[in-house]
């Protein structure tokens, strides 16, 4: 009778630390820059986001680490925040441009978030587009 429970107790060591260790290691995303309007060169950089982390979270740890990306955001009171200039290029309500948010999936499939960069969970190796463009 005690041997089942003692397998299980077994079972339970082995497969526990890989539940625990599988998520708690920061994954490996992408972030690429591309304008659409000027058409200078696009950018891309790696960094990395905690497990369930925000995406706002990986590109302020991309900026503090790398001296070539920057980016401002604003706070929408609905919302939350709003990415309004990357690489000092900002967007403005009078020309209709804007930073746009776009997700590139691991098999190649490109996804446009319904939610900002406060909101949006990045998975290990999305590539992050933020592309300038106009509405
Ligand atoms: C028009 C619009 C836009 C326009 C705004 C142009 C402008 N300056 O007028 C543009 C095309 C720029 C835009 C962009 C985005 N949008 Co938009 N947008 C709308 C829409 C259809 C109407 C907003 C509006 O005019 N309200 C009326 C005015 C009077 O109210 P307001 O509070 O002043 O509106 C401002 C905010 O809504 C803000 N805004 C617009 N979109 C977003 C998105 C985020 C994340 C934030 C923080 C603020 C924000 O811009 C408006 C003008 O200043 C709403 C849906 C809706 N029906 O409300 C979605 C909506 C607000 N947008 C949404 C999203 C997801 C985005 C994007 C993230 C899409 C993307 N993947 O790129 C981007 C923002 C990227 C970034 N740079 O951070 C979501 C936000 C949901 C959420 N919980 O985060 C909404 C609700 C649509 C949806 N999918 O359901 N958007």
Redesign the pocket.
Known sequence: MAMPALLSAALMLLLLPGTLTQDSKPAPIGVIVENTLGNPATLTYTTQVAPRGILLAALNRLMATNSKFTFT????????????SVNGVA?N?QD?T?????VKKPDGQII?????????IPSANEQIIL?FTK?
Do not use: K
């Open positions: 955001y604003t706070e929408d009171p609905n919302y939350g925040p709003y990415l309004e967007g309500d209709h804007y930073w746009e948010l776009l446009r978030p319904d939610v900002g960069i406060g909101c949006y592309r509405w």
